[in-house]
Nanobody, 123 residues
Framework: QVQLVETGGGYVQPGDSLRLSCVDSRGTTSAYGMGWFRQAPGKEREFVAGIAWSGGTGNYADFAKGRFTISRETFKNVVYLQIDRVESEDTAVYYC????????????????WGQGTQVTVSS
C-alpha cells in the first residue's frame, strides 16, 4: 500500500526558501492525486496545495498563492512543496497525503497520510 514520508523541514528564517519532499517508498502513488496540508499549534489541519494524478499545475489555498508551488515527478513517486519567502505564520507541521484520482482540498477525501515534517520559521 501507499507509504508516504515527508522530508525537508527544519529551522529557517523569515524570507528564506525551502523545498519539502514527499516520497511513496512503495512506488504506488502514480494514480493518486497528492496534497499538502499543514497544522500549526492550536489550529486545525488546513489545505495548502494539491496536484492531480496526471500532474500539471496545482491548486492552492488562498494564503499559498504566489509563495507556494506544488509539483510532482510521478515516475519517481515524489511530490514537492516549494515555499518561498517564508513567514512566521508558515510555522507548522507539514503533511502530504494521497487521494485516489484526486488532489482536491478536503482532508477527509485523502486516504493515506505521512507523519509530517516540522517547519519552524524564526529569526
Amino acid at each position: 500500500q501507499v507509504q508516504l514520508v515527508e522530508t525537508g523541514g527544519g529551522y529557517v528564517q523569515p524570507g528564506d526558501s525551502l523545498r519539502l519532499s514527499c516520497v511513496d517508498s512503495r512506488g504506488t502513488t502514480s494514480a493518486y492525486g497528492m496534497g499538502w496540508f499543514r497544522q500549526a499549534p492550536g489550529k486545525e489541519r488546513e489545505f495548502v496545495a494539491g496536484i492531480a494524478w496526471s500532474g500539471g499545475t496545482g491548486n492552492y489555498a488562498d494564503f499559498a498563492k504566489g509563495r507556494f508551488t506544488i509539483s510532482r515527478e510521478t515516475f519517481k513517486n515524489v511530490v514537492y512543496l516549494q515555499i518561498d519567502r517564508v513567514e512566521s505564520e508558515d510555522t507548522a507541521v507539514y503533511y502530504c497525503a494521497a487521494e485516489l484520482m484526486g488532489g482536491g482540498g478536503k482532508a477527509s477525501h485523502y486516504t493515506y497520510w505521512g507523519q509530517g515534517t516540522q517547519v519552524t520559521v524564526s529569526s
